[in-house]
C-alpha cells in the first residue's frame, strides 16, 4: 500500500463493530524547528472480539497510538473513540473513569503492588471503582492465565512470567471493552513470554475479550487475527491471519524501503 496519498483510506477491522476507531488521528510535539509529527492523519478500526498486533521502525508511531487510542495522551487533531465515545469530548474525571470502567492495560513493567497478594492486585482496579468483583468472571480468567493455586503469592514469591500473568489477569477481570498492550512480553524469557501471548489468544478465543498489543516481535504478532503495520506516524499496509514468517518479510520492506509495498 503507497503512502503517496494525503488521505489514507480507512484500514478497517475484520469485524461489524469496532470496538476502538481512530479517524484522522494526528499527534504533533513541539512547534517550529522542534516540531515532530508522530502520527500523520491515522485511519483504523479494532473489532471486538479480535486481537490486533501494532508493528513499525522505532519512531513509527506504534506506541504513540495505542496511547492515544488508550486515553493516556491526547491527540493533535482527528478522532479517537471507544465504542461510540469520543476520548476528546471528555474531562479529566469522565477520562478517568472511562480508563477505568472499559480500558485494561497491559505494560512491560508488570506495575504490581509488592504488599498485595495476587488477588489483590488483580482486583485492585475494581476495589478502587468500590465495584465488587464478579467472582465468576474472575475465576474464568484466573482458570485462563493459569494462576490457580498461586492468588495468596505476593509478587515477590512469583516468577516475572507470574507476575505478568497476573498483569494479565488484572487487565481483563473489570470485562473492558478493550485491552491496550503495550510490549507485554519485552521483558520476559522466550518460554514465558509465550506463554503470556497465549493467554491473551485465549482471553480472545475464550472469553471474547477485544486485545491491541504493540510488538515488535514477529513471533508475538503471530498470534494475533490481524496486523497493522506504521511507519513515518502513517499506516501503509495490514496483514491478516498472519505467521511469523510473513510478518518478518513485510518488516524486511520496512528495513529496505522504509515502507510497505
Given at each position: 500500500?503507497?503512502?503517496?496519498?494525503?488521505?489514507?483510506?480507512?484500514i478497517?477491522?475484520?469485524?461489524?463493530?469496532?470496538?476502538?476507531?481512530?479517524?484522522?488521528?494526528s499527534?504533533?510535539?513541539?512547534?517550529?524547528?522542534?516540531r515532530?509529527?508522530?502520527?500523520?492523519s491515522?485511519?483504523?478500526?479494532?473489532?471486538r472480539?479480535h486481537?490486533?498486533?501494532?508493528?513499525?521502525?522505532?519512531?513509527?508511531?506504534?506506541?504513540?497510538l495505542?496511547?492515544?487510542?488508550?486515553?493516556?495522551?491526547?491527540?493533535?487533531?482527528?478522532s479517537?473513540?471507544?465504542?461510540?465515545t469520543?476520548?476528546?469530548?471528555?474531562?479529566?474525571?469522565?477520562?478517568?473513569?472511562?480508563?477505568?470502567?472499559?480500558?485494561?492495560?497491559v505494560?512491560?513493567?508488570?506495575n504490581?503492588?509488592?504488599?498485595?497478594?495476587a488477588?489483590?492486585?488483580?482486583?485492585?482496579?475494581?476495589?478502587?471503582?468500590?465495584?465488587?468483583?464478579?467472582?465468576?468472571?474472575?475465576?474464568a480468567?484466573?482458570?485462563?492465565?493459569g494462576?490457580?493455586?498461586?492468588?495468596?503469592?505476593?509478587?515477590?514469591?512469583?516468577?516475572?512470567?507470574?507476575?505478568?500473568?497476573?498483569?494479565?489477569?488484572?487487565?481483563?477481570a473489570?470485562?473492558?471493552?478493550i485491552v491496550?498492550?503495550?510490549?507485554?512480553?519485552?521483558?520476559l524469557?522466550?518460554?514465558?513470554?509465550?506463554?503470556?501471548?497465549?493467554?491473551?489468544?485465549?482471553?480472545?478465543?475464550?472469553?471474547?475479550q477485544?486485545?491491541?498489543?504493540?510488538?515488535?516481535?514477529?513471533?508475538?504478532?503471530?498470534?494475533?487475527?490481524?496486523?497493522?503495520?506504521?511507519?513515518?506516524?502513517r499506516?501503509?499496509?495490514?496483514l491478516?491471519?498472519?505467521?511469523?514468517?510473513?510478518?518478518?518479510?513485510?518488516?524486511?520492506?520496512?528495513?529496505?524501503?522504509?515502507?510497505?509495498?
Amino acid at each position: 500500500m503507497s503512502q503517496a496519498a494525503a488521505a489514507p483510506a480507512p484500514i478497517h477491522a475484520p469485524a461489524s463493530a469496532a470496538a476502538a476507531r481512530a479517524t484522522g488521528l494526528s499527534k504533533v510535539y513541539g512547534s517550529g524547528e522542534t516540531r515532530v509529527v508522530a502520527l500523520d492523519s491515522v485511519s483504523v478500526e479494532f473489532g471486538r472480539g479480535h486481537f490486533t498486533a501494532i508493528m513499525g521502525p522505532s519512531g513509527s508511531g506504534k506506541s504513540t497510538l495505542m496511547h492515544c487510542m488508550a486515553g493516556l495522551d491526547s491527540v493533535s487533531s482527528g478522532s479517537a473513540r471507544i465504542g461510540d465515545t469520543e476520548l476528546a469530548g471528555l474531562d479529566d474525571r469522565r477520562l478517568t473513569r472511562l480508563r477505568r470502567d472499559k480500558i485494561g492495560f497491559v505494560f512491560q513493567a508488570f506495575n504490581l503492588l509488592p504488599t498485595l497478594t495476587a488477588y489483590e492486585n488483580i482486583t485492585l482496579p475494581m476495589a478502587i471503582a468500590g465495584r465488587r468483583p464478579d467472582q465468576a468472571w474472575v475465576s474464568a480468567v484466573v482458570r485462563t492465565v493459569g494462576l490457580a493455586g498461586r492468588l495468596d503469592h505476593r509478587p515477590s514469591q512469583l516468577s516475572g512470567g507470574q507476575q505478568q500473568r497476573v498483569a494479565v489477569a488484572r487487565a481483563l477481570a473489570s470485562r473492558p471493552e478493550i485491552v491496550f498492550a503495550d510490549e507485554p512480553t519485552g521483558n520476559l524469557d522466550s518460554r514465558a513470554g509465550a506463554e503470556i501471548l497465549g493467554f491473551l489468544r485465549e482471553s480472545v478465543r475464550e472469553l471474547g475479550q477485544t486485545v491491541v498489543m504493540v510488538t515488535h516481535d514477529p513471533v508475538a504478532a503471530a498470534h494475533a487475527d490481524r496486523v497493522v503495520f506504521l511507519a513515518d506516524g502513517r499506516l501503509t499496509d495490514e496483514l491478516l491471519a498472519p505467521t511469523a514468517e510473513r510478518v518478518l518479510d513485510r518488516m524486511r520492506l520496512f528495513d529496505a524501503t522504509g515502507r510497505t509495498s
